[in-house]
């Protein structure tokens, strides 16, 4: 054989068993990935639509040296399909096993079932890979394990230790991780476990993570959340684009996003260099046209992106200019806002309103009386030992509210037949005259259950629109949760007519209340009051008011963690009796109704319209005769029963429930 034969020979030897060129994750979902639903189902992933995610799909290539990846983002960016084109790219061309870590198993499931098995089904490349689901073979895929030649994909929980001490991995996805627990059932932080999965690979390297989250609460310098945690330890990228005007290269802000307060709004973006405006139909060309420019950059860093709604082409400038002008007057949609529309962690104010302010600003309504405005009435009460501490309100359009009764109530709370809980009964009756010569009963009637618990549930199992209620702490839990039956029977099973005990989330409708108390209403110079606004009478002493104010947030340590925590300086019933009763606002759909609900609650209510005909914001306005307090005869019978969807849904409303027209 000649030289020349030799080394033909040799070099189709060399390229037989070289490695095949790997192909970067962005590629393979250009050229594979089908979008399973939406506007573009049965569509190839286009990154015309998405540029941002072709530098953070490509870092997660097994070509670039990073072993990490953190992106910190708002909702309606594209994200989920960065997790799903890696496992796509992973499943075709670097086949190893993958873990996906969601908050919780049933969110799991749920990624499972709506997008990463359609994206497998739909995408030919994936679905000859992935082994079909077959209940007897052990090379068959399942619900929360897809199997394929050289891999596999487990997806599970942050909430489940098994999945998470178990098997040796080389890639993680970690979704959501603000939302993951801090410590899993005393066994730690569930991302130290996932991170212990690498170690196998930490010698020979190769192994990536993507961490990815919507900011929730911002954390303290010792403890921030863990997605800002993230992002700073990285370079700290950001999409950058260029002025149609001037060429000058900037990141967008919202605040130089310039648009109307109502509908249309014209938003608009004013340029940082040059001041000109940039129009919406620029927005497209100079997004594509844009890149990541890292704010930290060094050694040590791994690549971190902050993605957010002012550079997505999925949504429009108005939209977030309407998502803004929503939330204003509601720290709870304010809050939302931070998080989902300019992914940025909100930071939750603890200091709490000057007492004396609020004291100063008094109004002039009497007790027990509905001043105009108030529509809906919710009641609650705090259990001590030596009485009850209680309060009842009256809400109006846009959660604003009234205090119109408070009280304590002394007796011996252990004991049913006390005096303290046959007057507090005396309350649950009680009728409150409107403005407009009618007289309503309490709604909705909240009684904390956190002490001298069974003498609270006979007292509740009595009356049929009173509540149970139980606060838990937490930064992420619902205004009112998922309720328990906590009655049983003599074989230890729950009855279906027993007690029904409702969670109540207070730690965020703590800062609520104080974002409401620090608003200005027309007393304070203001041209009108704001939604969420609280009113005071001159029934309200000092004591009321330094009780209300008594709450704020502590550093402390707990578990080996700083968490910034409610504490409070004296005395907190009547802050708690508020709590309790935003709860009960929420359960009721109060801050969910539209100008409609409150005109056809109006009409039941007899509340006659405003002269000249307006809206119903008006109503507030109206000039009010004297309170006429009917007798107890003529008082309203008696609403049914609150359920988990409250009185003003739509399927209340079919029962014969306030908006129904009947009662």
């Known amino acids: 054989m000649t030289g020349s034969a030799i080394g033909l020979v040799a070099s189709a030897l060399a390229r037989g068993i070289a490695p095949d060129p790997t192909t970067k994750p962005s590629a393979f979902a250009r050229e594979n990935l089908v979008i399973p639903d939406g506007p573009r189902a049965g569509q190839l992933w286009d990154p015309k639509l998405t540029p941002q995610l072709v530098e953070i799909l490509d870092c997660l290539g097994q070509e670039h040296p990073c072993t990490r990846v953190s992106v910190r983002k708002s909702a309606q960016v594209g994200f989920t399909q960065v997790g799903i084109a890696w496992a796509g790219s992973v499943i075709a061309n670097t086949p190893a096993k993958m873990l996906i870590v969601m908050p919780t198993i049933d969110a799991g499931d749920e990624f499972n079932s709506e997008k990463l098995n359609p994206t497998i089904e739909e995408t030919p490349a994936l679905r000859r890979r992935v082994s079909a689901a077959k209940s007897r073979s052990s090379r068959a895929s399942t619900a929360r394990k897809k199997k394929f030649p050289g891999g596999s994909i487990t997806i599970t929980g942050a909430n489940s230790t098994v999945d998470l001490r178990s098997k040796t991995v080389k890639y993680v996805i970690a979704d959501e991780i603000n939302d993951w627990p801090a410590d899993l059932n005393g066994q730690g932080d569930p991302m ?27 954390g303290t310098e010792k403890n921030p959340s863990r997605i800002d945690a993230a992002f700073e330890a990285g370079d700290q990228r950001y999409w ?44 497209t060309a100079m997004v594509q046209g844009g890149r990541w420019i890292a704010a930290a950059p060094g050694p040590g860093r791994h690549p971190s992106f902050h993605l957010d709604t002012l550079s997505s082409l999925l949504v429009t400038w108005d939209d977030i200019a309407a998502a803004w002008v929503d939330a204003q007057g509601d720290p709870t949609k304010l809050k939302a806002f931070v998080n989902l529309w300019l992914g940025e962690s909100w930071e939750e104010r603890g200091e709490a309103p000057e007492w004396e302010r609020l004291h100063a600003r008094r109004e002039t309504y ?41 009280g304590f109530l002394p007796g011996d709370t252990a004991d049913i037949d006390s005096p303290a809980w046959i007057a507090l009964g005396e309350v649950y009756e009680r009728t409150y005259p409107d403005a407009y010569g009618n007289a309503w009963g309490i709604d909705v009637f909240g009684v904390d259950s956190g002490f001298n618990t069974s003498v609270v549930y006979q007292w509740v199992r009595r009356r049929p629109k009173a509540m149970a209620l139980k606060g838990e702490d937490g930064w992420y839990r619902p205004a009112i949760g998922t309720p328990s039956r ?92 508020d709590i309790y009763n935003r709860a009960l606002a929420d359960h009721l759909g109060v801050a969910r109704m539209t100008v409609d609900d409150w005109a056809r609650l109006a009409a039941i209510r007899n509340v006659p319209p405003p002269k000249p005909q307006g809206d119903l914001f008006a109503v507030a306005a109206m000039p009010a005769p004297p309170p006429q307090p009917l007798p107890a005869s003529a008082a309203p019978a008696p609403q049914e029963r609150a359920t988990r969807s409250g009185y003003l849904s739509g399927r209340s409303a079919q029962r014969g429930g306030w908006l129904s027209g009947r009662r």
Request: glycine share 10%.
């Open 486 to 577: 906590q009655d049983i029977n003599w074989q230890g099973k729950k009855l279906r007519r027993g007690v029904v005990l409702w969670p109540v989330g207070t730690w965020p409708m703590k800062s609520e209340l104080y974002g409401n108390l620090r608003k200005l209403g027309v007393k304070e110079g203001a041209d009108c009051n704001p939604a969420g606004y609280c009113h005071f009478a001159e029934f309200h002493d000092e004591a009321y008011f330094r009780q209300l104010t008594s709450e704020y947030l502590v550093e402390r340590q707990v578990r080996g963690k700083t968490l910034r925590v409610w504490d409070h300086n004296g005395p907190n019933h009547y802050h708690d009796c």
């Open 240 to 283: 950058e684009v260029e002025c149609p005007h001037c060429g000058g290269e900037q990141r967008l802000l919202f605040k130089h996003l310039k648009f109307e307060k109502t509908y249309p709004h014209r938003a608009h973006y004013e340029c940082q260099c040059c001041g000109f405006p940039i129009e919406h139909h620029h927005k």
């Open 192 to 218: 130290a476990m996932v991170n212990a999965r690498f170690r196998a690979f930490l010698a020979v390297g190769g192994y990536k993570k993507l961490e990815g989250s919507t900011p929730t609460i911002k």
């Open 366 to 406: 009497a007790k027990g009386t509905i001043p105009p405005g108030g529509m809906i009435i919710t009641a609650s009460a705090d259990v001590q030992g030596n009485g009850l501490f209680y309060e009842v309100k009256s809400w109006g359009v846009g959660k604003e509210c009234w205090s119109i009764d408070i």
